[in-house]
């Protein structure tokens, strides 16, 4: 496994963050963003990044979430077209992610433990 992480997210951003989204995100989320603050690399032959807190807010509305994913933020990607996100207040089935791909189409799927397994490593 090939992570590359950055140094660890403000209080300050995450903040900002959380207050503009509106809704709390889950508390070992951003135990990582303030050890990590994303990463980049290699789960196995898999791509992945996990993007930082200062851009959370402006990629989801760069791809659009709330108009093909509602009830959805996205806080990464395989850098290619395939996003992962969390259902937040309002939505159904809160432990679960959703895969939305390049095409628009979207699938719900359970947290891939192999991700999960990968981010706590870092957690």
Not at 93 to 122: K, M, P, W
């Amino acid at each position: 496994m090939e992570l590359y992480d950055d140094r660890p997210a403000d209080d300050g951003v995450i903040g900002r963050s959380l207050a503009e989204l509106g809704f709390a995100l889950p508390n070992g989320y951003v135990d990582f963003l303030r050890k990590h603050n994303g990463l980049e690399g290699f789960i196995g032959d898999k791509y992945i990044t996990l993007w930082k807190a200062k851009e959370l807010i402006p990629f989801n509305r760069e791809y659009e979430v709330d108009k093909y994913a509602p009830g959805i933020l996205l806080f990464g990607s395989s850098g290619g077209g395939e996003g992962y996100g969390f259902r937040h207040a309002g939505c159904s089935g809160a432990d679960s992610s959703r895969s939305i791909h390049r095409d628009g189409s979207a699938t719900f799927e359970g947290c891939g433990q192999r991700l999960c397994r990968s981010v706590r490593y870092f957690r």
